[in-house]
């Protein structure tokens, strides 16, 4: 019975069907972008310097107003789906706590697989490429990755029964991602080389829509659908837990608790920003002089980069048995991203470039080591609230973050392309100054994870089958 609720396939299946899209379709848009631009077909060669084997002028201004167009292609397509997605990742991961956990699983599967068939489309017959910013509105209304990671983190929560299980089970969930992607990542290049744009785009659909189908006939819930919201005043009740789940989780705790998890919330949402934007710009990076990477490296790249996953996976392991604090342990990924980010911005070579992955290697540490920070010290009946709040500060700061960089790397690409890397290290320092902080005033609160409407002794029974 306890495969019923092995989650790690459901993960598994959409980060390879992402990684295998997305540096995909990022290539898509900026050859498309190229050949409406410049009226001739992109420079394909058989080395790495596409773009460095022509040094006139007019092909290294055509190359940045390639990048500049396609960085507000990004802007614009970010900033549609932003408000669409952030709703629906508060609504149905906060709605989980009642109405099942595949409320939050399920509808990004499906969003994303629209996404993935648009692009498909819009290649094969050769559309207009803005068609595909209309799309990525479509499918923001059924949820994002971060309503898909909230989902699937509040599943964790309900299955781990202490700290350290806890801990380690959300590490294996950022692991596996790692794994999976950088797997999908490896063989873009070639699969790209070999087939062009529409197999990769129908395979990543395929894997989309395996996925659905686990989840539906396989993946057992583990927090069975509340009788108590079918009308009447429940559904009230079950109304305003969507709309104030937040505020509804707070409103018993005690004044320490409630600076501990806006601390943990805000260093959790800034370092995702630095992370999150100096990443966005990565691939634009290595198009670009002097790097002019062929899809072959770009997809070496992408593969190197996942295996911080698997590092961070065995450092958050490493630490835990040797009794490292988890502050700690969320400096050291702090760090990590910091000297990432510094050695980006001055990478002039191949070598140096793939060498950028070696400082990031436990860069994915503090993320669900915070997250099982947050999970602790919130009641179990609360976990899909939490992973709301946490999911959409994620979107938001991974929207925004994502819009900004882009915009910064447009207007920077001609004097200074590193200078977005120096930026994302530069707002490290938030998160670092707020770790002191929380450092300083302690992370131990008071036992007061029972809220009153967990007293129902019947309501605990019908918390999750694996209890029962």
Known sequence: MKGRFLLEPVVALYAFSCFLFFPVAQQYV?????????????????NSSSCASNGSSNHSKDF????????????????????PSLIVT?????????????????????????????YLVVSYFELNVYILIGASLLSSLFGGFGTFLGGIFAYVADLCETDRERTLRMTGVEMIIGLFSGAAAIST????????????????????????????????????????????????SAIKQIVCGFFFMLSGASCKTKIVLSLLISIFTTLS??????????????????????????????????????????????????????????????????????MSAFAKTTLMMFLVRVPLLLSVMPFPILRSMMSKIISSSQQGALFACVSFMQSLTSNISSAIFSYVYAHTVAWYPG???????????IPLALLGVLGFIGVDVPEEKQNPEEENPDEDNERSPLLS
């Open 273 to 342: 920003f630095a992370n999150g934007g100096g990443l966005s710009i990565v691939t634009l990076y290595e198009l670009k002089e002097p790097l002019c990477w062929s899809e072959i490296l770009i997809g070496y790249g992408v593969a190197l980069s996942t295996t911080v996953f698997l590092t961070s996976y065995f450092g958050v392991r490493v630490f835990t048995f040797c009794g490292v604090s988890q502050l700690v342990i969320v400096l050291f990924g702090i760090l990590s991203i910091m000297a990432g980010m510094l």
């Open 64 to 83: 940045e107003e390639v990048q500049r167009q396609a960085s507000y292609f990004s802007l614009y397509s970010d900033l549609l789906s932003l408000i």
């Open 30 to 46: 900026y050859r498309r972008l190229w050949e409406q631009l410049t009226n001739t077909s992109y420079p394909i060669t058989e």
């Open 189 to 236: 290049g070639y699969f790209l080389a070999a087939t062009g744009f529409n197999y990769p785009f129908f395979t990543s659909a395929l894997f989309l829509v395996l996925d659905i189908l686990y989840v539906i006939f396989f993946l057992e819930e583990t927090r069975p659908r509340d009788s108590r919201v079918v009308d009447g005043s429940p559904q009230q």
């Open 90 to 118: 508060l609504l149905l991961v906060t709605y989980s706590d009642r109405g099942g956990r595949k409320m939050a699983i399920l509808p990004p599967l499906f969003g994303t697989l629209l996404y993935i068939v648009t």
């Open 419 to 429: 200078f977005s890397f120096l930026l994302a290290a530069g707002v490290c320092l």
